[in-house]
C-alpha cells in the first residue's frame, strides 16, 4: 500500500521560511517523479513543484524563485523548501507521486501564513 507522510508544516509570519518533508512507503521511490501539492479553503488541490527522477524540476509561477523541491532516494523522501512565505501560501500542503496516485493522499500538512 502506497502512503505518504507530510510533515515540517507551521505557522509562520510573512517573509518567513519552511522546510516540509515527505516520507514515501510502499512505492519505488526512486522510479517516480514526485511533486508537492497544496489545496486552500475553497480551492481545489493544485501542484506545487515537481521534481523528476532525473532531477529535472517544474514550479507554478507563484512560488518561481521562493520554493525548492528535492529529494533523498536513499530515505524515500521529498523535501519543500519554502522562503519568503506570503499570505496565499497558506494551504494544507500535500506530496504523492507525478501524476498523482489518487488512492494514496496522506493527510497533509498545514502551512499558515500570518502576522
Known amino acids: 500500500q502506497v502512503q505518504f507522510v507530510e510533515s515540517g508544516g507551521g505557522l509562520v509570519q510573512p517573509g518567513g521560511s519552511l522546510r516540509l518533508s515527505c516520507a514515501a512507503f510502499g512505492i519505488s521511490f526512486r522510479i517516480h517523479a514526485m511533486a508537492w501539492y497544496r489545496q486552500a479553503p475553497g480551492n481545489e488541490r493544485e501542484y506545487v513543484a515537481i521534481?523528476?527522477?532525473?532531477?529535472?524540476?517544474n514550479y507554478i509561477d507563484s512560488v518561481k524563485g521562493r520554493f525548492t523541491i528535492f529529494r533523498d532516494n536513499a530515505k524515500n523522501t521529498v523535501y519543500l523548501e519554502m522562503n519568503s512565505l506570503k499570505h496565499e501560501d497558506t494551504a494544507v500542503y500535500y506530496c504523492n507521486s507525478f501524476p498523482a496516485n489518487s488512492g494514496s493522499w496522506g493527510q497533509g500538512t498545514q502551512v499558515t501564513v500570518s502576522s
Open positions: 521534481m523528476t527522477i532525473g532531477g529535472g524540476t
